[in-house]
């Protein structure tokens, strides 16, 4: 889609934290763009001049006025590559600051899913992601992020890319869409253009689903 728990995951088969699954998601995204910059990229190393050195960037019409950079000249063709970059879409954007995740999954329900009495959260807020995570010396937690997308449409496109990128298996009955994360985190909700994700954390994995998703069906309900 935060406390690191990666000292554990390896020897107790604990899930990975719910920064993960969006650093993840944001990696994914990324991927993509790479990927279409480079196809760009290698088109244009092939079209250098005799000499080693790349041709102008602006090409001169027969009326002397200098036509844009990257404009076919008349009777031109596009390779693949070219118009394959021009027709990319960017992927859609997220932007946080909107939501208080502590507000969404409270200290006293996250206390009483680890059974004893927690400290300040931590809380993080950034441009793609607001989060908000309560743990324990032993590390047990419960976390709740948030992706607040532009528009609807935008949320739409991002989550369909995360199920189609993990294969994740969707779940009935929340929101406006849910996922299962596992092993990354626990569930992924959808709410008009937001994107919020539950993670729990204890001994008892089977059972941190099902409080995950129990959360997440009342923290959706929460937002706006």
Known sequence: MTNTRIADSASSG????????AALFLLAISSLLLLAACGGGDNKEATGTPSGTRAPAATQTTSGTQAPAGTPSAGATQTPAAAATQAATPAPQASGGEIDPCALVTKAEAEAIVGESLGDPVV???????????????????????????????????????????????????????????????????KGKYELSVDVNTDDAEADFQTAKDLAAKAVDRLP
């Open 124 to 190: 993080t807020n950034t441009q793609m992601l607001t989060s908000c995570i309560y743990s324990t010396p032993n590390f047990d937690s419960v976390g709740v992020d948030v992706l607040t997308y532009n528009n609807e449409d935008d949320a739409k496109s991002g989550f369909q890319l995360a199920i189609d990128i993990n294969n994740y298996p969707k779940i009935d009955g929340i929101g406006d869409g849910a996922y299962d994360s596992r092993p990354i985190g626990d569930i992924t909700v959808r």
């Open 14 to 21: 604990r899930k990975l934290p719910l920064k993960a699954l």
